[in-house]
Nanobody, 123 residues
Framework: QVQLVESGGGSVQAGGSLRLSCAAS????????MNWYRQAPGKQRELVAA???????NYADSVKGRFTISRDNARNTVYLQVNSLKAEDTAVYYC?????????????????WGQGTQVTVSS
């Protein structure tokens, strides 16, 4: 079973910065894609940023130029540096990791979610 532990959320003023972290643990064979989603009150969960094993990234238009996703493959950790925060960035941020586990010689995919970390931006 793969577990994700997130940290780094908090309350900041508009224009501020935070660094979110998400560490994956468990018997993973490989990690393919690591994503950050967010969900604001009354809104659907949306994909904010994604990074694959090769380091290629994708961002939602609303965060391009302000957020940076990175990963440390040796530590099975993904980061989200969030800069120039706006009130509309207020949400619970979730880490999502997709990869492969191996057990008894059998490979199967996994798709795990973190517990979420609150980011609150005051204007």
């Amino acid at each position: 079973q793969v577990q994700l532990v997130e940290s780094g959320g908090g309350s900041v003023q508009a224009g501020g910065s935070l660094r979110l972290s998400c560490a994956a643990s468990g018997s993973m064979f490989s990690i393919n894609v690591m994503n950050w989603y967010r969900q604001a009150p009354g809104k659907q969960r949306e994909l904010v940023a994604a990074i694959n094993r090769a380091g290629s990234t994708n961002y939602a238009d609303s965060v391009k130029g302000r957020f940076t996703i990175s990963r440390d493959n040796a530590r099975n950790t993904v980061y989200l540096q969030v800069n120039s925060l706006k009130a509309e960035d207020t949400a619970v941020y979730y880490c999502n990791v997709i990869g492969t586990v191996q057990a008894m010689g059998v490979f199967r995919s996994f798709d795990s979610w973190g517990q979420g970390t609150q980011v609150t931006v005051s204007s």
